[in-house]
T-cell receptor
Framework: DADVTQTPRNRITKTGKRIMLECSQTKGHDRMYWYRQDPGLGLRLIYYSFDVKDINKGEISDGYSVSRQAQAKFSLSLESAIPNQTALYFC?????????????FGPGTRLTVL | AQKVTQAQTEISVVEKEDVTLDCVYETRDTTYYLFWYKQPPSGELVFLIRRNSFDEQNEISGRYSWNFQKSTSSFNFTITASQVVDSAVYFCALRHQGGKLIFGQGTELSVKP
């Protein structure tokens, strides 16, 4: 079984809809991350969480929110989806020192906003 | 500023050829960490290696090898005797202490039979 899982793997939605992407892990890592990948822009950090009570904004958090329900679960929400949020979204977990950890990525969720 | 440059956007080779993927980084820090990830056509990101700035020893893992040279700020990745399954986008990434993980733009490797 995969250590980091994301659901759904693919989602097509309409502008204005609320969407939740879920991530769960069995690695036992405290740190979790959400990134988006866009062609030509690489990966950009949306939010990260060092533990259940410690959540931080990344470089592109506007239009997104997160919830760390448990050590193993970290959800990303798009409150009102817009077309430029169409991207490949990755969840990752981190192990090691919090400032230099090695990150392990999930399989990704491909989101299309029409 | 922290930056990672992968100048090779696309590389195409024939199976069994050796191929080197270049990675050049910029950082003002003396302590930092370098990574390589593989993204196959299925889309997931697979961790390959982590290298600390204070450890310049090169590493070999099967057909994969990494050449870290601080003098030229490079962390190149070589695949020996490439195979079709090596076809993927490869990302180099940099992290300094307390900072975010910064990815290069990726190099798309196509290995043809």
């Amino acid at each position: 079984d995969a250590d980091v899982t994301q659901t759904p793997r693919n989602r097509i939605t309409k502008t204005g809809k609320r969407i939740m992407l879920e991530c769960s892990q069995t690695k036992g890592h405290d740190r979790m991350y959400w990134y988006r990948q866009d062609p030509g822009l690489g990966l950009r950090l949306i939010y990260y969480s060092f533990d259940v009570k410690d959540i931080n904004k990344g470089e592109i958090s506007d239009g997104y929110s997160v919830s760390r329900q448990a050590q193993a679960k970290f959800s990303l929400s798009l409150e009102s989806a817009i077309p430029n949020q169409t991207a490949l979204y990755f969840c990752a977990t981190g192990v090691g020192d919090r400032s230099t950890d090695t990150q392990y990525f999930g399989p990704g969720t491909r989101l299309t906003v029409l | 500023a922290q930056k990672v440059t992968q100048a090779q956007t696309e590389i195409s080779v024939v199976e069994k050829e050796d191929v080197t993927l270049d990675c050049v980084y910029e950082t003002r820090d003396t302590t930092y960490y370098l990574f390589w990830y593989k993204q196959p056509p299925s889309g997931e990101l697979v961790f390959l290696i982590r290298r600390n700035s204070f450890d310049e020893q090169n590493e070999i893992s099967g057909r994969y090898s990494w050449n870290f040279q601080k003098s030229t700020s490079s962390f190149n990745f070589t695949i020996t005797a490439s195979q079709v399954v090596d076809s993927a986008v490869y990302f180099c990434a940099l992290r300094h202490q307390g900072g975010k993980l910064i990815f290069g733009q990726g190099t798309e490797l196509s290995v043809k039979p």
